[in-house]
């Protein structure tokens, strides 16, 4: 069993931790942090999910350093997750898994992590929160962008008080947001790369701005004022090819050039790999149901992996690593967030789960 430790006040030298790998000298476990505030609905926030992913950690600190003194416009519960990981500056350990595929909806419901954050979100839950941000950084180069798993207005309004870039998502699940939305308007929030002061500032303002907010309903969305985009495959590879940015000898040889395209639209024949000359191996392209759609996105042309159709890929990064343990990208499309379409998408979805 995972403990979660629930507490009420902020640890002792949390408003001066330098670096997240100290936070297990103050959060040994997984941590709720419950804030009293003003007599509102609470904002959930959760950080550190990813333990090498900082922006969040940081945020909330500066949060917390700035009402030190102040009552909180609403009360404030923050989730601490994986704080192992972070000890050892990792997005999980080895063994452990991802610690946001893990929340109400993942496939493995029995594992322990399942578990501990089936505990989290019935406390949450019980509080009737107001909105849910679980915060991250990503690896590659790409815009700061909120992902939902709702086109519902209020989501839409949350996100765009964000950003204008919107991802919409219905797999990998397991992941916070989608578990939240069931109670709240639940967004998460990609700040960039880890350790950079913008990405802790944009993820600060936002808490501000959702701390004072008065509700997110009743707002206008102006559906111009957002881009979204809707994931259609996520590309892998699979653990028995070899791949790399550099080793000509790889299976799989993937262009470094593609992490300055994330969120760019690129067009059909758009060079994406070389395979080593005898070697049948290939990405995998799976859609939201799972299935396997490589023919639908790529095609192989002599030892070239090139794109079929226009798609704008995101979260492409050139950490292998990452790449073994998350994927290589995820393709997307545009989608026109009108009202009407809207309602459409979301009943289709409904359907799609009955
Ligand atoms: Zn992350």
Known sequence: MIPLIEINEIPEGLLRLKDARDLHLLLPHPTLLYLKG???APLFVSVLLHGNEDAGLFAVQDILNKYQERRLPRPLI???????????????LDGQPDYNRVWPGCEHENSKEARLMRKVVRRVKSYE????IDIHNNTGKNPH?????????????????????????????????MALAEHCPAITVECGKPHVAHGVEHASEFIETLLHLEDLEHHHIDHRAVD????????????????????KNAEIRLLSELEDDNF?????????AHVRAGSDARFEARDDKGNERFDDFFTI????????????????????????????????????????????????CMMAET
């Open 228 to 247: 979204a985009y809707h994931t259609v495959a996520t590309v892998t590879i699979d653990a028995s090819h070899s791949f790399s940015f550099t080793d």
């Open 264 to 272: 760019t639209e690129l067009p059909v024949g758009t060079l994406f």
């Open 78 to 92: 923050i989730f601490f997750g994986n704080v192992y990981a972070a000890k050892e500056g990792q997005r999980r």
């Open 129 to 132: 929160p107001f909105a849910s």
């Open 301 to 348: 042309e002599g030892d070239e992996i090139r794109l079929k159709k226009m798609m704008m890929p995101a979260m492409i990064t050139l950490d292998e690593r990452v790449i073994r343990q998350d994927c290589f990208c995820y393709l997307m499309e545009r989608i026109d967030v009108d009202e009407d379409e809207a309602r459409e998408v979301e009943r289709v």
């Open 145 to 177: 962008y909120g992902c939902i798993n709702s086109l519902r207005d209020d989501f839409l309004y949350l996100a765009s008080l964000f950003g204008r870039t919107v991802v919409y998502f219905e797999t990998p699940t397991g992941v916070q947001s």
């Open 38 to 40: 003003d007599d509102k």
